[in-house]
């Protein structure tokens, strides 16, 4: 690793420039792009309603009188539902991921930098949460803190802390025996101007790599959580939820039983795409 | 060669031994329910553990699909108010009944049983068993041995529901207690007088049990060999197990998949029983239902046909805490049927339209034990409220938040703190007065009591107390269905479904009579094999 | 060697002691009650109270919290509220049956994915990698419930070939008309563990090929399998710390599986138990996963630095 710190600025381009050679990382921003624009543009792809349901348009297949996909257990149209509901699957997969990326960031970078005591107190309260494997953390404490939105992206963020955390911690650690930043405290710099100059810079890297990868688990976790009745309730619809109760009828409507799965599905797969272009592009600068 | 040959010959002429017929159900239940005596999970704990391993001292008659389901001599062939004391039961115990054990059922068993049940400072003593008895016969005083078949049981003051109540206490061996010395050991080798004999349990998996062949109702003795129970929660799972042939019976099998199965060849049977899916309502100050056009304009809203056709025809509409057809129903004035006109026009008088809807707020649950299917259902009568005036919003919750909600009352913290003007949360009205009064009586409101919303009115108070105090059973039934009527005509729930209990069978299984009942007879049933 | 252990376990003390108590605590977090899941509807509030005061739910919570962890000294996890049946029992057979479907997606997983993580990285660039990354990438993203689902409308619904849930009415045995019903759940758990384990096996062994030692193996005249060998044992560390990893989510993450097929495993327990609020069941269950999960990982470092001396850390 170099031993001057590169100006941040600089350093970001070539990396965006790598991430755009690579076919992965088109392919999956396009499919991010296309799920998240019609996610957001849902009224505009969809004029129906995701809650108006009519008992005699229960099951329908693909393609029924306008359904483009079909429709679910209570006659609801099945691309609105998806659509809206994607709002709140995006939401409680990417919101926990942002929380805890501030606070696992904030708490690795403050264990690192000080070390001694401060880093011991931080990073063993840590291992205690990450002798937790993650998708039991994440049931045992929605589970605590019962169903809803809320709590699904409380539980998240609480389990992905202490992974963002290490990452942090470990980044910081590292620059912190670097020669500039011992230079720039023996200049006399405040501990504030030390790490937003040189510090931070080289911990934010890491941490959006790992962050970024974290996003596909969130994902498919939160709509784990609301497929086991944890997380988001009904009749708000979410991809999981859908799921979850669309199982009832796999004997009737096989097909639509399938289709909240997929888009959890392509969701995960984009954002993994994008997450190794990041995580190869950055890598090269080692 | 020869000798070959004479095997195979001598193979072909012994005659292969009966195979053991075996009836394996899929209960809805998460785990085995608790197997020493008062089972948990529900109702549905008592129907398929309780029932079949033990007997009550009063029974649950069952024999019937067709006449409402009362109660009939079990352990006690007879059961007569003291004349003297009003307080005060007297029991003639049956004769000739053996425990599984081969020993003798006697009047100190009875004592023995009420001891483990409701003595704190008996030995045989059990705090869960205690906690399930004392509700369902909350005014128990004390038990005295006449002679070695004739017991007396004494209560806390005139109690005439006393042989109803009795129905829910199951006696289970002192004997077998004593000789293994603890609740924990005895649920490993559980003794009873039932139609069935314990034989092993893995928790979680199933339970299995044996006919009791020498049952002391020779009308009830198992027409299979064997009873094996599956805990399976998921609907889906108990389908799949169905047409693999890993079962042959399931419980509430999804109305989706009800087609499929009927076109595969299985029976499906359903039959009324005490179950009220309703919106208990508020009457306290926040609540538009303490009008009581409002509430008669809800319950004239509901389109339950049409829930009826969601639910692919697993439901009768609802008119009151029990059907129309039942003796309990009495003859309310007010007739609730669908009429979204009718409502309309009573909500407009009560000041609520389209523009200035009714805001209501109403507690549901996800899932739970006769729930049905909560969240479709809800949907349906939201639109159905909605169109006459109302706005509806719906606080969800799991089935363990609800229970809190329900426990507190619509004065206690969790309905305060979301007001909540209604509650979603079905019921069962096997006995008069758990039908009928707990709902309505002024002192049921309170943390013990099933008056949820505070709902008062003196007149029904008295006609209540009068039926709990009525010991002849005819004026008795008569009160109660004056009691219900009144309940009706002040619309005191918004009344949508009864569940029919749905059940899938085998084509290979006979005999099976779904009685008007949460419990059921499951002795008759045959397997072919 | 065995002193580093020695201090390894004395480190994993503190952890044990934060993992219980962070289960107690959420516990009470929890809304609801356990009491109030068991008894009927019009249960009175004295035979409520008797009830917390029998099972000891009224006193404060840190005399509660010592009390149980006094039992759990003395390896007594309690009795289950909801059964009445002791923790340990039911946790015990429960484990064993998740151990069934996860040791077995483990071995398939693991093998599948080395296999493929080597012939990727040996044809660095070549088709068969790209095969194979796309494969170990699709692991990664798939929701595991879903593909429960799937597996089970194609060959349950649709084909009619496999069980669709469960152990089967009699437990398993070694028998065909038994084992069948494995067939799925370890195939969908085998899924992520496979493709994790493809994508590290074959970034290690395309990096180790690039290096120096290679070439000069190569060099030397080394045939391919033995240069294949040394490439494997340096690269055996760090996939061994996945796989360790891995295994500890196969336990810890088969909840979302065992619901989809009704396995009666540790996670159908666990959401029974979250269910019905039974406290001494969920903490007991969380618990052992986890402890499970920190020795598995104490495990996997002592392998690793015994299969590799440099990773010995002072």
């Known amino acids: 690793m170099d031993v001057a710190a590169p100006p941040i600025g600089q350093a970001r381009w070539p990396v965006v420039r790598r991430m755009a050679r690579d076919p992965g990382v088109i392919g999956g921003m396009i499919l991010l792009v296309v799920i998240v624009g019609a996610v957001l543009a849902a009224p505009l792809v969809t004029g129906f309603d995701p809650y108006r349901s009519s008992i005699l348009l229960r099951l329908k297949p693909m393609l029924y009188r306008g359904h483009l996909l079909g429709t679910d257990e209570l006659g609801r149209d099945m691309l609105a539902r998806l659509l809206y509901g994607g709002r709140i699957t995006l939401l409680v997969g990417f919101a926990p991921v942002l929380v805890a990326s501030a606070i696992g960031g904030t708490l690795g970078l403050i264990a690192g930098y000080f070390g001694g005591g401060v880093n011991m107190a931080i990073m063993r309260v840590m291992d205690v949460f990450y002798a937790f494997p993650s998708v039991l953390l994440a049931v045992a404490l929605s589970g605590a803190l019962g169903g809803g939105v809320q709590n699904a992206v409380v539980a998240l963020a609480l389990v992905f802390i202490a992974p963002i955390c290490r990452v942090a911690e470990s980044a910081t650690t590292e620059v912190r025996h670097l020669d500039f930043v011992a230079a720039a405290r023996a200049s006399g710099a405040g501990h504030g101007a030390i790490l937003r100059v040189h510090v931070i810079g080289h911990m934010i890297g890491p941490v959006v790599v790992y962050a970024s990868g974290l996003c596909s688990l969130s994902i498919v976790l939160a709509a784990g959580l609301s497929f086991l009745g944890l997380g988001v309730r009904p009749p708000e619809p979410d991809w999981g939820l859908m799921l979850s109760a669309l199982r009832q009828a796999v004997y009737v409507a096989p097909v639509n039983a399938a289709l909240p799965g997929v888009a959890i599905f392509l969701t995960s797969l984009a954002f993994n795409l994008v997450s190794d272009g990041l995580r190869d592009a950055m890598a090269v600068r080692s | ?529 | 060697m065995l002193r580093a252990a020695g201090l390894r376990l004395l480190a994993v003390i503190p952890i044990v002691l934060g993992v219980t108590m962070i289960c107690f605590v959420l516990m009470f977090v929890a809304p609801g009650d356990p009491i109030q899941t068991l008894l009927p509807d019009n249960a009175s509030p004295e035979v409520i109270a008797l009830l917390r005061h029998h099972y000891g739910l009224d006193r404060p919570l840190p005399v509660q919290y010592l009390v149980w962890l006094g039992h759990l000294l003395q390896g007594d996890l309690g009795t289950s509220i909801g059964t009445g049946r002791p923790v340990a029992g039911e946790l015990g057979a429960a484990i064993g049956n998740t151990a069934i479907i996860a040791i077995g997606a483990a071995i398939i997983g693991f093998s599948i994915g080395i296999g493929c993580g080597l012939l990727a990285g040996v044809h660095r660039g070549g088709w068969i990698d790209r095969i194979a990354s796309a494969f170990a990438l699709c692991g990664l993203s798939v929701p595991q419930y879903w593909l429960g689902i799937v597996l089970v409308i194609l060959f349950s619904v649709t084909l009619n070939w496999l069980p669709a849930m469960g152990m089967g009415p009699r437990g398993l045995s070694w028998h065909w008309q038994e084992l069948r019903n494995l067939v799925m759940p370890i195939a969908t758990l085998s899924l992520i563990p496979a493709g994790i384990v493809t994508r590290i096996t074959r970034d290690r062994v395309a990096e180790l090929l690039r290096q120096d030692f290679v070439r000069t193996l190569r060099a030397q005249g080394l045939a391919g399998h033995a240069i294949l060998r040394h490439v494997l044992k340096n690269a055996a560390p760090p996939i061994l710390a996945v796989m360790g990893l891995q295994l500890g989510y196969l336990f810890g993450g088969s909840i979302l599986v065992e619901t989809v097929f009704n396995w009666p495993g540790v996670g159908f327990l666990m959401s029974n138990a979250i269910l019905r609020r039974d406290q001494p069941m969920l903490q007991g269950t969380i618990l052992v996963l986890a402890l499970g999960f920190v020795f598995l990982n104490l495990l996997v470092d002592l392998l690793q630095s015994g299969i590799d001396p440099r990773m010995r850390r002072g």
Not at chain 2, 251 to 258: G, N, R, V, Y
């Open chain 2, 1 to 529: 060669m020869r000798r070959i040959i004479a095997c195979l010959l001598a193979s072909l002429l012994v005659v292969p031994a009966r195979a053991e017929s075996v009836l394996r159900v899929a209960m809805t239940a998460g785990d085995i329910p608790i197997v020493i005596g008062q089972a948990d999970q529900g109702y549905e704990g008592f129907r398929f553990v309780s029932y079949n391993l033990y007997d009550s001292l009063v029974a649950w008659d069952l024999a019937s699909a067709d006449r409402a389901s009362g109660i009939v001599p079990g352990l006690a062939l007879s059961w007569t108010p003291d004349p003297a004391d009003s307080t005060r039961w007297i029991l003639k115990l049956r004769a000739g009944v053996h425990w599984h054990d081969g020993t003798d059922f006697t009047a100190d068993d009875v004592l023995w049983n009420f001891g483990r049940l409701m003595d704190p400072a008996a030995p045989q003593f059990n705090a869960g068993q205690f906690a399930d008895a004392k509700t369902r016969l909350p005014d128990y005083k004390a038990i005295e041995k006449i002679d070695d078949h004739t017991v007396a049981i004494i209560t806390k003051g005139p109690n005439a529901m006393l042989p109803y109540q009795l129905a829910f206490l199951l006696m289970v061996s002192p004997a077998q207690y004593n000789k293994v010395g603890s609740w924990e050991a005895f649920a490993k080798a559980p003794v009873g007088t039932g139609p069935y004999r314990f034989d092993r349990l893995v928790p979680r998996e199933r339970l299995e049990l044996v006919a009791n062949t020498d049952y002391w109702n020779k009308a009830r003795i198992p027409h299979q060999d064997r009873l094996v129970l599956y805990p399976m929660p998921e609907a889906t799972t108990r389908a799949a197990a169905l047409l693999s042939g890993q079962v042959n019976w399931i419980e509430a099998p999804a109305p989706d998949t009800i087609d499929k199965l009927r076109g595969s060849g299985f029976q499906i049977v359903t039959n009324a029983y005490p179950h009220i899916w309703s919106y208990e309502l508020s009457f306290q100050e926040n609540s538009p239902f303490r009008d009581i056009r409002v509430r008669r304009a809800a319950n004239l809203a509901v389109d339950r046909a049409g829930l009826k056709e969601l639910l692919g025809g697993m439901m009768i509409e609802s008119y009151g805490n029990v059907t129309r057809d039942h003796p309990w129903y009495g003859k309310p004035s007010f007739e609730i049927k669908f009429d979204p006109d009718a409502a309309r026009a009573l909500m407009k008088q009560a000041g609520y339209d389209k523009q200035h809807p009714a805001k209501v707020k109403i507690a549901i649950s996800t899932a739970g034990s006769g729930q049905m299917q909560p969240l479709p259902m809800n949907e349906f009568v939201q639109q159905n409220l909605n169109d006459v005036g109302f706005d509806v919003s719906f606080d969800v919750m799991d089935w363990n938040a609800l229970i809190d909600l329900m426990r507190g009352t619509a004065i206690g913290p969790v309905a305060r703190r979301n007001a909540d003007v209604a509650m979603n949360f079905s019921r069962n009205t096997q006995d008069p007065f758990g039908a009928i009064c707990r709902f309505i009586q002024t002192s049921q409101f309170g943390s013990s009591g099933s008056n949820w919303g505070g709902f008062s009115d003196p007149e029904i108070d008295r006609v209540c107390d009068a039926a709990t105090h009525e010991f002849d059973p005819e004026k008795q039934s008569a009160l109660f269905a004056r009691a219900h009527a009144m309940m009706v005509d002040q619309a005191v729930m918004v009344w949508i479904a009864h569940d029919v209990n749905p059940r899938a069978l085998s084509p290979k299984l006979h005999g099976f009579i779904q009685a008007k009942n949460w419990f059921q007879d499951l002795t008759p049933v045959s397997v072919d094999p």
